[in-house]
């Protein structure tokens, strides 16, 4: 019985021995599958607290020591943008306000318009000066007729307003008409002129004019032009291009120059204005004060590109003494003024160098010759021309005037004076 047994107790010892095997391994798998996973767990959480760790710490250092001003560039994977290194040297077309946004042409526009306002809000101070019809026939008389010229209202009392004009228009005239903002015309008496500066003075009365043009009319004001330097805006309203009430905008491209005149100098300003042989009006600030005077008369020191002008300062006086019917003397010279670096360059002294003396003046017959140096008038020290023709305006036709000179004798300055009775 054993023996025919044996073989089915072989067979199944050995499913029992492999049982025992499978039991023992199985388990042993399962237990090291378990321990796998919970170790890579741990290294998971471990590997997530530390880059939270990590980036805390990088951004608690990067808002700590970026410096002020930087901004962090964050680079996205679609459309990446490169962030410049600090060690990057920036462009040099590249400034402090590169960032922001530039000036455009409707910028410009607008300024423009808004300048353009300013000169139109003139039009209540501004009138029309014409000479009157003179008796030659029509054809003829409208070939040589004048361009109307310029009026600006700028002085009132009770009775009259005050205007301001060219003396080109009330030359050989016993009166003018004057063109009010209605187109209406009223007669205008000439208070006086000064051919130099090409200036004069009308005067009209109230009682000619509507009450209710009256009440529109506005008197100009005169500003100090204190800071008028190349860049300045300006406005230039009257007849800057020879048509009355025309607007023109610009800026000054040249302020040092400086004209002679007899018996002084005055400050001529260029502009990036049109230059216009008829042109007359004024000039006007960004805030509508007069400033300047146009004139046509520097052409020579000016240039013709440019319209130039005359600051307002250089003729207030001028035009008070006009408003008087008062004549200015003279005593008929040309010059420059020196200043303490050119006259020790040039081994001369400060004051008013004498370019010119015109035959038959007070100066010639005085004694003044060219190449004299002024130095002093009635004792008191002068730096230049200008000083000349401001003490001039304060005196009146023969008076007598003491001027000391500066002239050059062999390698000697000798100072002599010269007595003057003006003109």
């Given at each position: 019985?054993?023996?025919?047994?044996?073989?089915?107790?072989?067979?199944?010892?050995?499913?029992?021995?492999?049982?025992?095997?499978?039991?023992?391994?199985?388990?042993?798998?399962?237990?090291?599958?378990?321990?796998?996973?919970?170790?890579?767990?741990?290294?998971?959480?471990?590997?997530?607290?530390?880059?939270?760790?990590?980036?805390?710490?990088?951004?608690?250092i990067q808002n700590n020591f970026l410096k002020e001003g930087e901004e962090v560039v964050q680079v996205h994977t679609v459309t990446p943008t490169p962030a410049p290194t600090e060690t990057s040297a920036p462009p040099e077309n590249m400034g402090k306000d590169s960032g922001k946004k530039g000036i455009t042409?409707?910028?410009?526009?607008?300024?423009?318009?808004?300048?353009?306002?300013?000169?139109?809000?003139m039009d209540s101070a501004m009138v029309g000066i014409k000479r009157k019809e003179d008796s030659k026939p029509w054809p003829e008389q409208a070939e040589k007729a004048p361009s109307m010229a310029y009026g600006l209202i700028f002085g009132e009392s009770v009775k009259y307003f005050d205007i301001l004009t060219t003396c080109e228009t009330v030359q050989k005239q016993p009166s003018v008409r004057v063109q009010m903002m209605d187109d209406t015309m009223v007669e205008g008496e000439i208070l006086g002129s000064n051919a130099q500066l090409n200036v004069a003075v009308v005067r009209i009365k109230k009682e000619d004019i509507g009450v209710g043009l009256l009440e529109q009319i506005t008197v100009a004001k005169f500003g100090s032009g204190f800071g008028l330097s190349a860049g300045t805006n300006l406005i230039a309203v009257g007849c800057p291009n020879g048509i009355l009430h025309s607007v023109v905008t610009g800026m000054i491209t040249n302020e040092t120059i400086y004209a002679p005149i007899m018996d002084g100098e005055v400050q001529v300003f260029c502009t990036s204005i049109p230059y216009s042989e008829t042109g007359n009006g004024v000039v006007l600030d960004v805030e509508g004060r007069v400033v300047g005077i146009i004139t046509t008369a520097f052409t020579k020191e000016a240039g013709t590109t440019g319209m130039a002008f005359v600051k307002i300062t250089n003729v207030t006086a001028l035009l008070e003494i006009l408003q008087k019917k008062m004549t200015i003397p003279y005593?008929?010279?040309?010059?420059?003024?020196?200043?303490?670096?050119?006259?020790?360059?040039?081994?001369?002294?400060?004051?008013?160098?004498?370019?010119?003396?015109?035959?038959?003046?007070?100066?010639?017959?005085?004694?003044?010759?060219?190449?004299?140096?002024?130095?002093?008038?009635?004792?008191?020290?002068?730096?230049?021309?200008?000083?000349?023709y401001n003490n001039l305006i304060k005196h009146k036709p023969k008076d007598k005037v003491v001027y000391t000179v500066h002239r050059k004798s062999g390698n000697r300055k000798v100072a002599k004076q010269i007595k003057v009775v003006l003109g």
């Open positions: 019985m054993r023996s025919r047994n044996k073989g089915k107790d072989t067979e199944y010892h050995k499913e029992k021995r492999y049982q025992f095997i499978r039991e023992q391994v199985r388990p042993q798998k399962k237990i090291q599958a378990v321990l796998f996973l919970k170790r890579f767990g741990i290294l998971a959480v471990t590997a997530l607290i530390f880059g939270v760790v990590s980036g805390g710490g990088f951004v608690l042409l409707n910028d410009v526009n607008r300024i423009s318009r808004q300048l353009s306002a300013v000169g139109k809000n005593i008929g010279i040309e010059g420059r003024s020196i200043d303490e670096d050119v006259a020790e360059a040039h081994n001369l002294v400060e004051g008013a160098y004498v370019t010119e003396v015109y035959a038959g003046t007070p100066a010639y017959e005085g004694g003044m010759r060219v190449a004299d140096v002024i130095t002093q008038i009635n004792g008191e020290s002068i730096r230049g021309m200008t000083d000349i």
